[in-house]
């Protein structure tokens, strides 16, 4: 990449930085999730940068460090997936249980709505882990228990004994 390039994106995100501090809604461009930007390129988008970190002078690119990395397309969640009832069971297409098949985790569809906010994945992969899991052993151990592989000790000290 030319170096005069680097300086004049740096510059136009600067200025953009510097335009949003002095006027956080008076951009030209939408901003996610509401409110305006002025940063062109992920304002053309609809999906506008209010918040600018690292900023560095366009004049300043050629003797200040800054560190890179690159960046490839990865999908970083997925929303979507199997329907589920609260068990975690699965659901066929015509709204029934399937039996003995659970879902959790990413597969897991509809946990969220349309939306998820971020952090928010812990509900499906941790709590609705836990709800698959229980509900996938009871499933396996059958009516009132009878193919459970040993008895369930009344406390954790009783496991060290």
């Known amino acids: ?3 005069q390039t680097l300086v004049d994106t740096h ?6 930085a510097k335009k949003q501090e002095k006027d956080p809604d008076g951009g030209p461009f939408p901003a996610y999730p509401s409110g ?7 304002g053309k988008t609809g999906s506008g940068k209010k918040f600018f970190h690292n900023i560095i002078d366009g004049s300043k690119v050629a003797t200040e ?6 960046i490839t397309p990865v999908i970083h969640y997925c929303m979507g997936g199997l329907e589920c009832t609260v068990d975690a069971e ?3 297409k015509t709204g029934k ?3 003995g098949l659970y879902v959790a985790g990413e597969a897991a569809g509809g946990i969220h709505g ?19 899991g229980k509900a996938a052993c009871k499933f396996t151990f059958g009516q009132d228990e009878k193919f459970k ?8 000290k009783e496991l060290c004994k």
Do not use: M
């Not at 305006?36 to 992920?42: A, F, I, L, M, N």
């Not at 460090?65 to 690159?70: E, G, K, L, N, R």
């Not at 952090?119 to 709800?131: A, E, H, M, T, Y």
């Open 1 to 3: 990449v030319p170096l």
């Open 11 to 16: 510059q136009k995100h600067f200025e953009a």
């Open 36 to 42: 305006k930007t002025w940063d062109e390129p992920s």
């Open 65 to 70: 460090p800054f560190y890179v990395a690159i």
């Open 90 to 92: 699965c659901i066929d």
């Open 97 to 99: 249980a399937i039996p």
């Open 114 to 132: 349309n939306n998820r906010l971020g952090g928010n994945s812990l509900l499906d992969c941790v709590v609705f882990g836990r709800v698959a």
């Open 149 to 156: 592989p040993c008895p369930v000790p009344k406390e954790i």
